[in-house]
């Protein structure tokens, strides 16, 4: 069993060890996928000096499509995504790519691109508002662009599109979608990952923590959640009541075919 992690921003190849304290005991093989510009935060922060929008949404495309190379290499069946924040981002993008990817797990992330830009200074003061600063190309910021996106008017409106998580043919290829945050989270907001899950068929959003703030997932929510997750267990009453139905009519169709074949 494989398990690809993608860390948020400010993250490393070291961040959350709790993915290997977690999973690796079930016997998943996690591989850790390095978010570009994150070998220092001298680097990030001098990056998002001159980043546009139009560079963030292809950093979310691009490292997706590395995400999905690597699999192909070292997963000789399907496998899980787990992202956190940025990292979210990145996993479900490449969950709507690959359908190979049996399970998408994001971690205080709403799958929703614009929503997070929108927010994003409430978790780094000043990012969405001075992103790309030292770029006049910028055209004023994250915020001001991703606004732009969700009309359809941005400046970076081609580099959106690539990853614009809520085209329903999108949306429809998910196979299996698990959210987990903070209620009160400020920038993946727990009304964005209830909106974003209701395209998704097979979903589930579970806000585990009532703290107020944008911070990762712990041990005990991943192994609450996220393990019966990974093996279809139903982790709510919405989820135990989809599932009968799901058994009912899976009954029903067998006996009907029956009839017919008579």
Known sequence: MYLFYTHGTGGSLQAQPEI???????????TRIEVPYHGNLIELATKLTTMTFGDLCLLIHDTANRLIEQA?????????VVGDSLGG??????????????HCILLACSGDICNAALHIDEVFPGLGS????????????????AHKAIAGQSDFQ????????????????????????????PVMRAGACRHFAKGVKDSTVIMAYDEGRHHTIGKDALR???????????LTVTDRIRKLF??????LGQRLHSRKSR
């Open 72 to 80: 192909k290499r070292f997963a000789p069946e399907d496998y899980v």
């Open 20 to 30: 290997e304290e977690v999973f690796a005991p079930l016997g998943y093989t996690v």
């Open 130 to 145: 001075l992103s790309g600063i030292l770029n006049p190309a910028a055209a004023g910021g994250y915020k001001v662009q």
């Open 89 to 102: 981002l990145i996993s479900v993008v490449a969950a709507q790519r690959d359908p190979r990817i049996s």
């Open 224 to 234: 609450k959640y996220a393990v019966p997750f990974l093996q279809n267990k139903p």
């Open 158 to 185: 081609q580099e959106f599109e690539l990853v614009n998580t809520f085209h329903p043919e999108r949306l429809a290829r998910l196979r299996r979608l698990l959210i987990l945050g903070d209620k009160g989270d």
């Open 246 to 251: 799901s058994s009912v009519w899976k009954v």
